[in-house]
């Protein structure tokens, strides 16, 4: 069955105009139980983490100014999102829905998280929307449960995981690859494992023939016996912070070929979903609907 990690506290309440699509995690889920994609035994709630688990990624200090909400100023605005102790609740159980995703993974091949895809959250700090590092801490999980040993992070996200390869920079255990535009946010990037920066205005053609022959030789390369999949759908040609040209058709094909190629190679995979910025919220539920659309019909 495909397990996927929801909570209400995911929807939380931003000042109007803020840029940040808050309601697509409740739209959705919606969206997949209206049209019979999946009904309410899919999903799952998490629980608040062990904050080991947290620890074994972050900073204690860095932790312990989020929960007391003793960030600087600068600190703060870099992340986006106006703090509270309810904000820095809902990253925590982010995290543990993808840990949570990831164990049940191992048991059904895939498991994906409604939110998370929290990929520029560093070791020490949190920027971009991102304050916890959701997939790095169920990597680090999984290993130190014994349940993984070598991992591939996969992020198609438009923007460079930079928190993430951050974290896992001198850690040969975790291979960092990241497929993003070279002219976006960060703008000072960190070093990945394998960065692929694409230009402006690449389209469907070019995005998946790189991706099609990038992704197999890195799984035959590195071996990995866990994927996490960072699915953000803000390659489209219609995201106001994209800057490519993919349709919402090449999106869906991404998703498939990434999907189908750890099905058929039976390597568990966790999916978070990241970012998506369309001016018509419509665009973006479609376009991760599709995710969710295409694990059902691939691994069930």
């Not at 820095?88 to 995290?95: G, L, N, S, T, W």
């Not at 790095?136 to 999984?142: G, I, P, S």
């Not at 991706?211 to 960072?230: G, H, M």
């Amino acid at each position: 069955m495909l397990k996927i990690a929801f909570h209400p506290i995911y929807v939380l309440p931003l000042p109007k105009g803020h840029r940040f699509p808050m309601e697509k995690y409740e739209l959705v889920p919606q969206q997949l139980l209206h049209e019979g994609t999946c009904t309410r035994d899919n999903f799952f709630e998490p629980e608040f983490p062990d904050e080991a688990d947290i620890l074994a990624v972050h900073d204690k200090d860095y932790v312990e100014a989020l929960k007391h909400q003793t960030l600087s100023y600068k600190e703060a605005r870099k992340i986006g999102l106006p703090l509270s102790e309810r904000l820095v609740e809902r990253e925590f159980i982010i995290a543990s829905g993808t840990i949570k995703a990831a164990e049940y993974a191992l048991k059904y091949g895939i498991a994906m998280n409604i939110a998370g895809g929290t990929h520029h959250a560093y070791t020490n700090m949190g920027e971009g929307f991102c304050m916890f590092n959701d997939q790095a801490v169920a990597a680090r999980w999984l290993q130190r449960n014994n349940k993984a040993k070598k991992i591939l992070m996969v992020d198609l996200d438009v923007h460079q995981g930079n928190g993430t390869a951050e974290i896992f920079q001198n850690d040969p255990s975790v291979f960092t690859f990241s497929m993003h535009g070279k002219n976006n946010y960060p703008f000072k990037k960190e070093k990945s494992d394998l960065d692929i920066e694409l230009e402006n205005g690449t389209g469907d053609e070019e995005y998946l023939k790189i991706l099609k022959e990038t992704l197999p030789r890195l799984i035959l390369e590195q071996k990995p016996d866990f994927i996490f999949y960072l699915s953000g759908v803000d390659i489209l040609a219609s995201d106001k912070l994209g800057k490519l040209a993919c349709t919402e058709a090449g999106c869906k094909e991404r998703d498939r070929f990434v999907l189908q190629t750890c099905h058929d190679l039976k390597i568990p995979v966790e999916v978070s979903m990241g970012g998506g910025y369309s001016p018509h919220i419509r665009n973006i539920i479609d376009a991760h609907a599709n995710t969710f659309r295409l694990a059902q019909e691939i691994f069930f």
